[in-house]
C-alpha cells in the first residue's frame, strides 16, 4: 500500500557539497574575525582604562586643592580665633589692672582689633590669590 514515497535528485550530492562549503566559508571567516575583533575589544578597554586613569589623576590634583584650600581656611580661623582670644584677654586684663580706665582699656583694644583685621583681611587675600592663581595655572595652591 501506500508507503513513503523517496524522490532523490541526482543532484542532491552538489547541494550536500554546497551547503558544507558554504559551512566551511563562514567557519573560515568567522576565525580569521576572531584577531580583529579582539584587537578592538582590547584597544577598547585599553582606552577606557587610559581616559578612567586620566579622570582619576584630574580628580586626585582637584581634591589635593580643595584639601589644600580648606587647610589655609582653617589656618585663617585659627588666627582669627587666637587674636579675638588675646583682644578679650587684654581688655580684662587692663580692666582689671584698673577699673576706671575701662573706657580706655576698649579704647587700646578697639585699636588693636583693627589692626589684627587688617593684618587678617592681607593674609585671607593672599590665600584667596594663591586659590585663584592655583585655578588659573593648575597649580597646587600654597598654604
Keep these: 500500500m501506500g508507503g513513503a514515497v523517496h524522490v532523490t535528485s541526482p543532484y542532491g550530492w552538489i547541494t550536500a557539497v554546497a551547503t558544507s562549503g558554504a559551512f566551511f566559508a563562514l567557519l ?55 587674636n579675638l582670644t588675646a583682644c578679650l584677654d587684654a581688655l580684662l586684663l587692663l580692666i582689671e589692672q584698673d577699673p576706671k580706665r575701662a573706657s580706655e582699656a576698649a579704647a587700646k583694644v578697639k585699636a588693636m582689633r583693627g589692626q589684627q583685621l587688617v593684618a587678617e583681611a592681607t593674609e585671607k587675600a593672599g590665600v584667596s590669590a594663591a586659590i585663584i592663581q592655583a585655578a588659573v595655572f593648575d597649580e597646587k595652591p600654597a598654604t
Excluded: C, F, M, S
Design 28 to 82: 573560515g571567516i568567522i576565525v580569521r574575525q576572531i584577531n580583529p575583533w579582539r584587537k578592538i575589544t582590547i584597544d577598547a578597554e585599553e582606552k577606557l582604562r587610559t581616559d578612567l586613569l586620566h579622570r582619576v589623576e584630574k580628580l586626585e590634583k582637584v581634591l589635593e586643592q580643595k584639601d589644600a584650600q580648606h587647610a589655609a581656611e582653617r589656618a585663617l580661623d585659627r588666627h582669627r580665633i587666637n
